[in-house]
T-cell receptor, first 110, second 117 residues
Framework: SQQGEEDPQALSIQEGENATMNCSYK?????LQWYRQNSGRGLVHLIL?????REKHSGRLRVTLDTSKKSSSLLITASRAADTASYFC??????????FGAGTTVTVRA | DGGITQSPKYLFRKEGQNVTLSCEQN?????MYWYRQDPGQGLRLIYY???????QKGDIAEGYSVSREKKESFPLTVTSAQKNPTAFYLC????????????????FGPGTRLTVT
């Protein structure tokens, strides 16, 4: 079942602007991961945040996790055309598998 | 050059035929997964395997079958019992399955787009 839900479904920004997307989930989790998918391709792992962490950075990416609100956000700073992709959050609980949301499609305009 | 491969990239079949999608990894990962992705949607888990000779049904296993005879290989058969098989199929692998004390990133193949007419 799909636990995570991303918001917004789609986002269009100008190159150089920041992009923020959110993920909400229903049940308690051990970890949350973010993935990127370019059109028609496989997914690429971006970042993993554990349930006892509140914030994590990787290059231009910043992820926050609020377990009390059951939500996470992904911020991409200084966006580039190459950031155009769909972004998915994936949660894992105690059932040994990841549950993916429906994704946020980000378009970066030149 | 380590990675996970899927073949073919595009596959066309007539309704009523079984078809097998290939997935191979040389990352020495124990866990492997098959997902289905429909347009504009997220990934839904079909089957997963935590170790050789063992696999479990995911959320949408009906009409699909798998085998895990070798660590490197996890083929998926889409049977004629699958009512709506046209989709994008993604295979993934990870060092181990998600758990309470650890979680591993999943490495994805490039996908196979199956069209059944």
């Amino acid at each position: 079942s799909q636990q995570g839900e991303e918001d917004p479904q789609a986002l269009s920004i100008q190159e150089g602007e920041n992009a923020t997307m959110n993920c909400s989930y229903k049940t308690s989790i051990n970890n949350l991961q973010w993935y990127r998918q370019n059109s028609g391709r496989g997914l690429v792992h971006l970042i993993l945040i554990r349930s006892n962490e509140r914030e994590k950075h990787s290059g231009r990416l910043r992820v926050t996790l609020d377990t009390s609100k059951k939500s996470s956000s992904l911020l991409i700073t200084a966006s580039r055309a190459a950031d155009t992709a769909s972004y998915f959050c994936a949660t894992d609980g105690n059932d040994y598998k990841l549950s993916f949301g429906a994704g946020t499609t980000v378009t970066v305009r030149a | 050059d380590g990675g996970i491969t899927q073949s073919p990239k595009y596959l066309f079949r007539k309704e009523g035929q079984n078809v097998t999608l290939s997935c191979e990894q040389n990352l020495n990962h124990d866990a492997m997964y098959w997902y289905r992705q429909d347009p504009g949607q997220g990934l839904r888990l079909i089957y997963y395997s935590q170790i050789v000779n063992d696999f479990q049904k995911g959320d949408i296993a009906e009409g699909y079958s798998v085998s895990r005879e070798k660590k490197e290989s996890f083929p998926l058969t889409v049977t004629s019992a699958q009512k709506n098989p046209t989709a994008f199929y993604l295979c993934a692998s990870s060092f181990g399955p998600p758990g309470q004390t650890h979680s591993y990133e999943q490495y994805f193949g490039p996908g196979t787009r199956l069209t059944v007419t």
